[in-house]
């Protein structure tokens, strides 16, 4: 395989570090091949971009995402046993679980408790000097997605499972300190999500039906047999840690907002171009660099040989970001969703493919229902200014963020 592209350096662990979010696109955007072999970690990794990388990456004959995630990500950010490390049957009925939480009218209901948060937040925010908005709606997505999820919580613990599981997220990428606190911030979030599982069952609290939680507890899998406690509370985490995770396109929209006054004003006054914002938001800005799985069987594919449980890495960033897929890709222009016809293998900043057999997002319809309700409430009833602070990000570090969090000030409500 002459003609593939591939690093000539021994192991390229420290580049992942070092070029971030540009680790991949850099190496693979530059040649004619979809494909570019690099060494990460002592491991043989193909390296996939472009549409044709996409839907390799999502053929599931030949690929599987059994072992392709490291322990120090599952024992942090997405726990053990859950539906991102399942194949096949396994994987299709799980899935099915959390698709039948989407339906319209519950995707619908959680529109209405994400807004009636933001109303009740800027009576609270009207009171503060300064109001950090990540932090802030990390809490209010907190609150939106336990009541969503129908899980009970006490005013008393809502900072600290708003800590727990915006750790989760945070600390699967760090090492030292901030890793060890996101591990135990694991364990404590799969304690309290398996005593509320083990009350449902036990009929001692009363879960609402159609609900995340009442739905985990009294799934059955496969085998016809309830899913172990532990794995439940892994799966109920999978709908509401993620919900929080939003609070990172909520502070990147308020960045595009405020740099970007025209588009502000049409947000304000049109649906459409509401929906066309929260897309480019999704595509811009960088949250999931890459995701990994590994080839189930031997191939070749553009030239490339590759090897049965080899490591292959799809370049998300670089999709949403690719030249060949988007014109003008480093500009922020939600114009360029007028006519988006949707391909399932170009807009992938939560993954690609159908939702049903593959890995896709199942939250994908909730994160824009609730990045709509939110940068809705924002230009239309939240009245603020901005005082002079550092809001820029970097493509190096991963996961990105605006540095200050995006900080407002005079909040109050606009009618
Ligand atoms: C899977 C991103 C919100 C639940 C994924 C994947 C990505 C992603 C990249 C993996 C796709 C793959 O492996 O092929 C995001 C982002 C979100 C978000 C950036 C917004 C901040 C949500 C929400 C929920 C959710 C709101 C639940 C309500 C899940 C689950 C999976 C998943 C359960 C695993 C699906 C599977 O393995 O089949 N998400 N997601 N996500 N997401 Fe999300």
Redesign the pocket.
């Known amino acids: 395989t002459a003609q593939v592209p591939k690093d000539k350096t021994i192991d390229n662990t420290l580049a992942i570090f070092k070029d971030g979010y540009n680790f991949i696109p850099k190496r693979v955007q530059n040649h004619h091949l979809d494909v570019y072999e690099t060494r990460v970690l002592g491991e043989k990794v193909a390296l996939l971009s472009g549409v044709e990388g996409a839907k390799l990456f ?1 053929d599931t004959n030949r690929m599987d ?1 059994k072992n392709a995630l490291p322990k120090r990500v599952l024992k942090t950010l997405f726990g053990e046993n859950g ?2 490390t ?1 194949d096949g049957e396994a ?1 299709a009925h ?2 099915l679980l ?1 698709m039948s ?2 339906t319209q009218e519950s995707i619908q209901e959680l529109y209405e408790i994400t807004t009636q948060n933001w109303a009740r937040f800027t009576k609270k925010w009207n009171r503060m000097k300064k109001v950090n908005l990540y932090d802030e709606s990390r809490e209010l997505l907190c609150r939106t997605a336990c009541e969503w999820a129908g899980i009970p919580l006490e005013e008393k613990e809502v900072q600290k499972r708003t800590r727990d599981l915006s750790n989760l997220i945070d600390g699967f990428s760090a090492i030292g300190p901030k890793h060890l606190e996101s591990r135990r911030a694991r364990k404590r979030s799969e304690a309290w999500i398996e005593r509320l599982i083990a009350k449902v069952r036990e009929d001692q609290l009363e879960a609402e039906k159609d609900k995340a939680l009442y739905e985990m507890a009294k799934h059955k899998d496969l085998d016809g047999q309830p899913l172990d406690a532990r794995i439940a509370a892994v ?1 109920v985490l ?2 509401i840690r ?2 929080v ?2 609070s ?2 909520i502070a990147f929209g308020s960045v595009a907002l405020h740099e970007h006054p025209q588009i502000q004003k049409q947000v304000a006054l049109d649906e459409e171009y509401l929906f066309m914002f929260t897309q480019e938001v ?1 595509r811009f800005y960088p ?2 660099p890459f ?1 990994g799985a590994r080839a189930n069987q031997d191939f070749t594919w553009q030239q490339y040989n590759f090897k049965k449980g080899q490591l292959v890495l799809l370049d ?1 960033y670089g999709i949403n970001h690719d030249p060949k897929i988007w014109e003008d890709p480093n500009e922020f222009n939600p114009d360029r969703f007028v006519d988006w016809k949707g391909g399932l293998f170009d807009l992938i ?5 159908g939702y049903y057999h ?7 319809w ?2 824009i229902e ?1 990045l709509q309700a939110s940068f809705r409430y924002m230009t239309k009833h939240l009245g603020y200014t901005v005082p002079k602070q550092d809001y820029s990000y970097s493509l190096k570090k991963i996961p990105s963020l605006p540095k200050s969090g995006f900080v407002i000030s005079q909040v109050h409500f606009k009618s």
């Open positions: 999502y995402r539906i991102q399942k994987h799980r899935k959390f939480l989407m799966e999978n709908v993620p919900l995770a939003i990172k396109f999704r949250f999931v995701l998300v900043p939560q993954g690609g493919g593959g890995h896709r997002c199942p939250g994908e909730p994160t609730v």
